[in-house]
C-alpha cells in the first residue's frame, strides 16, 4: 500500500516534469528558494538518496551520491527518478515484515533510528512535499497543471 503510494508520487512527478519549459529552470518564486532545477534535482534523487541515508550511509557518502545523481537533460530527471524507485523499490520489498516493522537504522544526521516502515513513510511525505512545491513552481510559471495533474 505505502509503495503504490510512491508509485503514484513517481509518476505525477514525471508528467510534472514533462510540462518544464527550457526556460523555466531557473526560475525561482522567492530569494529565499531554491531554483526550478534545483528544486526537481533534489525531488528526483529523494528515492535513490533517502534510501542510501536509510541504510546508514555517512554524509560524505551521501553528498557523492546527490553530485553523481545530478541531472543535465530532462531524460536525465527522469532516468534518475525511475532507478531510485525500482532501488528503493527492491529493497522495501525484499525485507520481511518483521524487519520493515521492527529493524531501526540512524541517519547520519539524527541520533534517533527509527524504523524501515517510519523510513517508508518519511521518504513518502519528503517526495510529497517536494512534487507540491514543484507543482506550485508550474502553477506560477502559468504552465499546464491543475490538480488532477497529481492523480
Known amino acids: 500500500m505505502l509503495l503504490e503510494e510512491l508509485d ?17 529552470w531557473s526560475f525561482r518564486p522567492h530569494e529565499s528558494m531554491r531554483t526550478l532545477q534545483e528544486l526537481a534535482t533534489h525531488l528526483v534523487q529523494i528515492p535513490a538518496t533517502d534510501l542510501a541515508i ?19 537533460t530532462r531524460e536525465d530527471y527522469h532516468r534518475i527518478l525511475t ?19 521492527h529493524r531501526k537504522t540512524r541517519a547520519y544526521y539524527n ?16 517526495m510529497a ?11 506560477e510559471l502559468k504552465r499546464d497543471v491543475t490538480m488532477y495533474s497529481l492523480y
Not at 8 to 24: C, F, G, K, M, N
Open 111 to 126: 541520533q534517533q533510528p527509527v524504523t524501515q516502515a517510519k523510513w517508508l513513510i518519511e521518504i513518502i511525505t519528503h
Open 54 to 72: 536509510l541504510q546508514e550511509n555517512d554524509e560524505i557518502a551521501i553528498r557523492k551520491l546527490e553530485k553523481n545523481l545530478t541531472p543535465k
Open 129 to 139: 512535499h517536494h512534487r507540491a512545491q514543484l507543482f506550485n513552481y508550474l502553477k
Open 8 to 24: 503514484l508520487l513517481v509518476r505525477t512527478t514525471h508528467r510534472l516534469i514533462d510540462q518544464i519549459e527550457e526556460d523555466d
Open 83 to 101: 532507478k531510485g524507485f525500482a532501488e528503493l523499490t527492491a529493497y522495501m520489498d525484499s525485507l520481511s515484515e518483521d524487519f520493515f516493522i
